[in-house]
């Protein structure tokens, strides 16, 4: 039974940091992309970043680029998003996802989902 299990969510003030973490079990974690997707109310799904099954390749939403580190550890079949600088439209529902491949920030390419963690940022 596959799950993606999200948590390190909260509330911050902007330009505060936060670190979320996925638990993944029930697929082989290392042969997939992982990614971070996110929802905030009244808008789509969004990519925000993924990695590749090995760890050597990133990949970020413009939004995110310099703020947000996406990382792995496949001993410990753990994905994780470092969200440093967070600002107020960062605040979302973030989802990690898993991808066997194709394009890193489309939804329709990730058959494996989390059930999100909230990030709130206030002014």
């Known amino acids: 039974q596959v799950q993606l299990v999200e948590s390190g969510g909260g509330s911050v003030q902007a330009g505060g940091s936060l670190r979320l973490s996925c638990a993944a079990s029930?697929?082989?974690?290392?042969?997939?992309?992982m990614g971070w997707f996110r929802q905030a109310p009244g808008k789509e799904r969004e990519g925000v970043a993924a990695i590749s099954p090995g760890g050597g390749s990133t990949y970020y939403a413009d939004s995110v680029k310099g703020r947000f580190t996406i990382s792995r550890d496949n001993a410990e079949n753990t994905l994780y998003l470092q969200m440093n600088s967070l600002q107020p439209e960062d605040t979302a529902m973030y989802y990690c996802?898993?991808?066997?491949?194709?394009?890193?920030?489309?939804?329709?390419?990730?058959?494996?989902w989390g059930q999100g963690t909230q990030v709130t940022v206030s002014s």
């Open positions: 996802a898993a991808s066997r491949g194709g394009r890193w920030y489309d939804e329709a390419d990730f058959g494996f």
């Open positions: 029930g697929f082989t974690y290392n042969w997939y992309v």
